[in-house]
């Protein structure tokens, strides 16, 4: 299964952060975390690496109903999404959950994931490529 949904796009790295905070928001969507890992493993480890960020989304009203039906469903959020570069190009990326909660015996949560995975590859699909 693949556990992703992913598109290359056109946009500068920091443009489709931008962007996909932007389509995020229009889909219900808030960015709780923002994880920076080319500036986390130059400042702990002094590796350099590529331009890399996981944002970590979350739609409240999902997530309510999700610890609702599963308390311990709280390890699977927030939903992340990441934005890296790839040969020239700038890679959005996020978790399929459909594919995410199958490993859990929950109808209800079978549910809302397809839900949730309909924003989530909304923003995906209106990226340019």
Same mark, same amino acid.
């Given at each position: 299964?693949?556990?992703?949904?992913? %598109?290359?796009?056109?946009?500068? /790295?920091?443009?489709? @952060?931008?962007?996909? %905070?932007?389509?995020?928001?229009?889909?219900? /969507? =808030?960015?709780?975390?923002?994880?920076?890992?080319?500036?986390?493993?130059?400042?702990?480890?002094? @590796?350099? /690496?590529?331009?890399y960020v996981i944002l970590g989304a979350c739609n409240p009203p999902f997530a309510h109903k999700s610890l609702l039906a599963e308390k311990e469903i709280g390890l699977f959020l927030p939903c992340n999404v990441? !934005?890296?570069?790839?040969? =020239?190009?700038?890679? !959005?990326?996020? @978790?399929?959950?459909?594919?995410?909660?199958?490993?859990?015996?929950?109808?209800?949560?079978?549910? @809302?994931? =397809?839900?949730?995975?309909? =924003?989530? %590859? %909304?923003?995906?699909?209106?990226?340019?490529?």
């Amino acid at each position: 299964m693949k556990y992703s949904y992913s %598109k290359s796009t056109n946009l500068s /790295f920091q443009e489709a @952060i931008e962007k996909v %905070k932007e389509e995020l928001t229009k889909e219900g /969507f =808030g960015v709780l975390t923002e994880i920076d890992i080319k500036a986390t493993l130059k400042e702990k480890l002094n @590796i350099d /690496f590529d331009n890399y960020v996981i944002l970590g989304a979350c739609n409240p009203p999902f997530a309510h109903k999700s610890l609702l039906a599963e308390k311990e469903i709280g390890l699977f959020l927030p939903c992340n999404v990441i !934005v890296y570069e790839e040969d =020239g190009k700038t890679v !959005v990326s996020t @978790i399929v959950p459909s594919v995410q909660m199958s490993m859990i015996e929950n109808k209800e949560l079978k549910s @809302i994931s =397809g839900e949730v995975e309909d =924003g989530l %590859k %909304k923003v995906i699909d209106s990226l340019p490529s």
